[in-house]
């Protein structure tokens, strides 16, 4: 692609199943294709209250079942996230606001963007569900949605839909 690698985040509440899901599932892809040269990818949580903690072990059951295994530690968004990463990738509208609150600048909230905005089967506005309180079903839902959506984030990055 080119010579400056795409920083691209992704965003949840705790950064323990959605967000660390949608990392793992997007370098993969990124992986797969021989592209680690020009992604770096990461995620983050809106709020500390897992920071230092592996992935939810439901959400990594889930990946490594479906040949996805990994790790992961939870970390908190940071305001100089918004100067690390080209795209902000946040799994509901919640995220969304929050993020635009902590916005300097019109160009920080260029970077954010909802998640399925990419997905083929959700719409712009539709939300990531939060597996966390909910059953098995809820996880295998969220991994769908998720590996779906990643492939189609690369693609659009691939085609230059996004930059």
């Known amino acids: 692609m080119n010579h ?3 920083a691209v985040l992704f965003v949840c509440t705790g950064n323990i199943c959605r967000s660390p899901l ?34 939810d072990p439901r959400m990594r059951s889930t990946a490594a079942q479906r040949g ?22 946040v799994m509901d509208r919640g995220h969304l606001r929050h993020l635009r609150s902590l916005a300097r600048t019109p160009a920080d909230k260029e970077k954010i963007r909802m998640f399925r905005e990419f997905d083929p089967q959700g719409g712009p506005d539709d939300d990531v569900p939060d597996p966390y309180y909910g059953g ?4 295998d839902l969220v991994y769908d949605i998720t590996d779906r959506t990643t492939r189609a984030i690369l693609e659009a990055y691939l085609d230059g839909r996004l930059a």
Do not use: C, M, W
Request: proline share 3%.
């Open 4 to 6: 400056n690698p795409r």
């Open 22 to 55: 949608a990392h793992a599932l997007f370098q993969s892809k990124v992986d797969e294709q021989d592209l680690q040269a020009d992604f770096y990818v990461e995620s983050a949580g809106t709020h500390g209250y897992h920071i230092g903690e592996d992935a």
């Open 136 to 139: 098995q079903a809820g996880f």
């Open 68 to 89: 996805v295994p990994f790790h992961h530690r939870a970390r908190q968004f940071s305001i100089a996230d918004f100067d690390t990463y080209h795209t902000i990738f």
